[in-house]
Structures are given as structure tokens and as C-alpha cells.
């Protein structure tokens, strides 16, 4: 996969980080964990990374994230931030697990913040295949959409054309979300 | 005019969409976003189009190459030819029923995978929403149709609370078709 595939996520990363409080979590390591350690570098917040590779694990440890190995459905549980602006769930690809990472991560996402989801739109040739490789992680943001107090909006194309979602919690004070 | 961080989200995202998608791009209200816009258009190799009803402004657009028309958007759209649209962003006048007809008109001719940004679409109080003083009239209904394009299931609608002066900057995606999954 190319660096250019998370294209999107490297050029918003800045701009979600210099509007939103909050540290960094990744689940499931790759080339986009280079934008992550830079990203957070840059703006002096914790980042969390998660995978069940511990070479990939070792890797990120060594350019300052806190990694943790092991599946995240056991993991997330030790991060310690309250507060979390920037978000990219690539690991497991499977409906439940993911539903379990967004049920925990959600909650802790800054208002203004991004949670981005990878797979969540394969084209559909890729589909009538079983998904490939994306699982049904289309499932999830199915449901994520019908969310009153979310925006929900995937990205067609970069992130391998198999869709990039990015989900923000609406700010129930601001007016006319309320309607 | 300057270049000013406000339009930081079009100039990020500028790029990406006009690589991915074909068609010109367009510019309702001329102002600091036409440099950035012409820009982008220019690295892609696209046409630029802005609607102004200043004739000032518009010599200026014209003076860095964009294709102005000037006059109300109600008259000037009816004369604009049936070409693609790739991206554009309506920043014009700001009741509801001018952008719904500008959002409409555009929207029909945006090719899928394009994106039409509009503007104001999500003021921090209600006092800035019933801010009659705007130059540009009712300065706060846009936010209306931005409420009626998260309803149509053809579009993906995504409001950043963020950037282009704190005001809201909505993004508008059309759709492709043969994608699956799409919408429940």
C-alpha cells in the first residue's frame, strides 16, 4: 500500500490536531502509523498504538508511541488519556470487534475530533468476493450512520479506494443540530 | 487579497478531489478562497468559474485567469453551460432559497466523487444566525439546506465546525452509484 494511499488522513491530521484537545490511538499498524508519530510529535500528544505484531509494536515504541500487543478488545482498556483527537480503527476487520473499539473509543473522542474507519466501502467487485480483505467493517458505519448525534462520511477514494470513514461527535450545544 | 488559513480544509482536500474526479471547478462569491481555488484549479489544469455580483471583484478574478460571470446567480446560472463540475464552493448570497437554488443547480452537474463546499453553514449562536446586518442578507439560513442535503440519500454531508472563520464549512459529496453499501 502507498504512503499516498492515507493521503486524507495526512492532510487533515494537522488540522483536526491544532483545533482539538486531545492524544492519538491507532489500531492496527502500517504506513499510516509514520503520519501517526509524526502528527504526534509535532503537537506533543500521546500516542496509543495497538496490534498483535510485535515487531510493528516495537517499531512504533521506538519512535515514542506507547504500544500495546495483543488483540485491542482486551488492550484499550489501559489507555489512560480522557480525552482523544485523532482516531484510525484498521485492525480486525470483523464487525463485532470493531463495534467493540468504536463502543469503547467513542466515548472518549473530543468534540471537534475525527475517528476515521478503514474498509468501510469496498468497491463492488471486491465485495461480491467476500469483502477480501475488508471484512464487514461496512457494517459498522451502516450502523454509525443512523446515529443522530454523529456525522458520519466515507471517503471514497485513497486508503486503497476501500473506503476511509471519518465519524464526529455533534456538539449538542451548538445550535441547530438540535432540530 | 491574501491567502488566509481560513480555507485550510478546501486547500488540503483541493487536491485529492480533483485528482479522483473530472469537471471544472466553480466559485459562488468571490473573495480569499478564489486565489486558493484558481490554484488548485491550475495545478489540475481545470477551469475556474466564479459568480459575483461585484464588478470589481470580478475584474480582479478575471485579472488572475478565472472565467467570471457577474450579475445575480439567478440569471447568470441560467447561461452557464451543462459541464461537468468537479468541486466548488457557494459562498454567495445566504438566504435559503437563493443556496438551495445555486446547491441545485450544481449538484445536478457534479460528477460523482466531486464535492461542493458551502459556507456558514453552521453559525456558533443564534444571535450571528439572526445577524440581519450581513451584507449578504439573511445571513444565517444556509444552515437550512444543509439540513435538507443530510436528508437526500444520493449525497454525504459533513459540516466542519472548525476553519473558514469558525462559521461552519459543510461538505457536499455526490455519490457513485455502482458503490455498494452505500446506504442502508
Known amino acids: 500500500m502507498a504512503k499516498q494511499d492515507w493521503t486524507i488522513l495526512n492532510q487533515l491530521g494537522d488540522v483536526i490536531l491544532q483545533n482539538v484537545a486531545g492524544d492519538l490511538v491507532e489500531i492496527g499498524l502500517g504506513r499510516s502509523t509514520q503520519i501517526f508519530v509524526k502528527l504526534a510529535s509535532n503537537f506533543c500528544r500521546r500516542l496509543y498504538c495497538f496490534d498483535i505484531s510485535e515487531r510493528k509494536c516495537k517499531w512504533a515504541e521506538e519512535h515514542g508511541a506507547t504500544a500495546f500487543l495483543g488483540p485491542s478488545v482486551h488492550m484499550l482498556r489501559f489507555i489512560s488519556s480522557k480525552q482523544l483527537a485523532l482516531i484510525l480503527i484498521d485492525g480486525d476487520h470483523r464487525y463485532e470487534t470493531v463495534k467493540q473499539e468504536v463502543d469503547f473509543l467513542l466515548p472518549k473522542l473530543s468534540l471537534g475530533g475525527i475517528m476515521f474507519l478503514h474498509d468501510t466501502a469496498p468497491p463492488l467487485r471486491w465485495a461480491r468476493e467476500n469483502g477480501r480483505n475488508c471484512g464487514d467493517v461496512y457494517k459498522n458505519r451502516l450502523e454509525l450512520e443512523t446515529k443522530t448525534d454523529l456525522q458520519v462520511f466515507t471517503w471514497p477514494y485513497t486508503a486503497a479506494d476501500c473506503g476511509l470513514t471519518m465519524v464526529m461527535r455533534k456538539d449538542p450545544n451548538r445550535p441547530y443540530w438540535k432540530e | ?184
Open chain 2, 1 to 184: 487579497m491574501g491567502k488566509t488559513q481560513d480555507w485550510t480544509i478546501i486547500e488540503r482536500l483541493g487536491d485529492v478531489i480533483l485528482q479522483h474526479t473530472e469537471g471544472c471547478v466553480f466559485e459562488i462569491g468571490i473573495g480569499k478562497s478564489t486565489l486558493i481555488l484558481k490554484e488548485l484549479a491550475n495545478r489540475n489544469n481545470r477551469e475556474l468559474y466564479c459568480f459575483e455580483i461585484s464588478r470589481r471583484k470580478c475584474e480582479w478574478a478575471n485579472g488572475i485567469g478565472c472565467r467570471t460571470c457577474l450579475g445575480k446567480t439567478r440569471v447568470t446560472l441560467d447561461l452557464f453551460s451543462d459541464i461537468p463540475i468537479a468541486m466548488g464552493l457557494i459562498d454567495g448570497r445566504h438566504d435559503s432559497a437563493t443556496v438551495r437554488f445555486e446547491a441545485n443547480f450544481f449538484l445536478k452537474r457534479l460528477t460523482p466523487g466531486g464535492m461542493i463546499f458551502l459556507h456558514d453553514t453552521y453559525m456558533q449562536s443564534d444571535a450571528k444566525i439572526r445577524d440581519e446586518s450581513h451584507p449578504r442578507g439573511a445571513s444565517g439560513e444556509v444552515y437550512i439546506v444543509r439540513q435538507e442535503l443530510e436528508l437526500r440519500k444520493d449525497l454525504q454531508v459533513f459540516t466542519w465546525p472548525y476553519t473558514a472563520m469558525n462559521q461552519g464549512l459543510t461538505m457536499v459529496l455526490k455519490m457513485e452509484e455502482n458503490r455498494p453499501y452505500c446506504r442502508a
